[in-house]
């Protein structure tokens, strides 16, 4: 169906349609691990993975949850200071590995809070998503209005999946969607383009495997270099080639054309904070990143689904 040119639904649209405003998310570290650093299936994490797992490492600095929590909705709090100001994100590590005794704490604590916060994000691995963990989430689904099942994808290519030391497959992925189809939670993809190994239509392909398992929404990542991780060491030593942001917007404009018009867009670029940040340099700030984005859509007289195939996700497992 034909959209105004340069349309998308970003989460920021979504956000106000059903709440009035908008909620920001509070990062919440549970201080776990992963199958891809403890041992399991690898040591020292995907290549460009830091040692707080993706995370903002408040458990290793001695912050409860509890800490965590009322700093963060003191944040959300300055832009809404009244009624609902957050989506609880348990963002580090998996949070569904190795077992699911501390997710249980974690969202028992959490439901308490969903007058304030009526969105709970939960990430992890797509090999880490039991049946166990589907029933789990699928149990708090009335004490939230929504639950997201966050899963890396970061590519569709199992020969990259092991260039970057991350152990997962595609076919995880689709298993883990129709785990959470299944209960009726909302899947967020997330995506990652400019990775060593990756053909130019990676991101093409992760948008139409996402599109293909049903998700309801999708978050757009650069590959970056930041301090504490195995690519800081290979960058170092021999340099990495990276993206520049006008390939990325490029690499974006194209796979948005490709993504159903009702995927939500919960990211349009990455960013890092500044002290772990290392390449690469010359980037503008990201807010001007998706202007470009917005723009190149405009020239090129696109829309967000100008060119989804409609997909019903019928994956057996
Ligand atoms: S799977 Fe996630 S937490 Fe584990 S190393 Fe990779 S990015 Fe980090």
């Known amino acids: 169906m034909s959209q105004p040119i340069g349309t998308l639904l970003s989460l ?27 041992g399991a299936k690898g040591f020292g994490g995907c290549v460009y993975c830091d040692v707080h797992g993706s995370g903002t490492g408040a458990q290793a600095e001695g ?14 709090r300055r832009l809404q200071p009244e009624g609902p100001a957050a ?16 997710l249980k704490a974690a969202l028992e604590f959490l ?39 966050e899963l890396g994808l970061e ?8 260039l970057i030391g991350r152990h997962d497959s595609l076919e995880h992925f689709h298993r883990a969607c ?17 990775l060593p190994g990756e053909k130019p239509d990676g991101l093409l392909r992760q948008v139409q495997e996402a599109a293909a398992a049903g998700v309801a929404g999708i978050k757009f990542h650069q590959l970056m270099v930041l301090r ?13 080639a990276l993206l520049t942001p006008e390939e990325y917007v490029e690499r974006v404009a194209d796979a948005l054309e490709y993504l159903p018009a009702d995927v939500v867009v919960h990211r349009l670029v990455a960013e890092a904070p500044e002290e772990s940040y290392l390449a690469p340099q010359g980037w503008p700030h990201k807010n001007k990143v998706i202007h470009w ?25």
């Not at 590519?155 to 092991?162: F, G, I, K, L, S």
């Open 12 to 38: 920021a649209e979504s956000l106000r349609n059903r709440y009035g405003r908008k909620l920001r998310r509070v990062m919440l570290d549970l201080g776990l691990s992963c199958p891809n650093r403890d």
């Open 63 to 76: 912050q409860s949850l509890a800490e965590q929590w009322q700093r963060g909705l003191a944040k959300a």
């Open 87 to 102: 989506i609880a994100y348990l963002q580090s590590y998996s949070n569904t590995y190795p077992g699911l005794e501390p």
């Open 111 to 149: 439901a308490e809070q969903s007058q304030e916060a009526p969105i709970l994000a939960i990430g992890t691995r797509p090999d880490c998503f039991s049946p166990e963990a589907a029933d789990l989430l699928a149990a708090y689904r009335n004490r939230f209005d929504q639950v997201w099942l």
């Open 155 to 162: 590519t569709a290519d199992d020969r990259v999946q092991a």
């Open 178 to 194: 129709h785990l959470a189809r299944q209960r009726d939670l909302a899947v967020i993809a997330h995506t990652m383009t400019g």
């Open 228 to 240: 504490r991780t195995q690519l800081e060491a290979v960058w170092r030593r021999n340099g990495v």
């Open 293 to 317: 984005i917005r723009q190149e859509m405009i020239r090129r007289q696109g829309w967000q689904g100008k060119r989804a195939v409609q997909l019903s996700p019928t994956r057996p497992f």
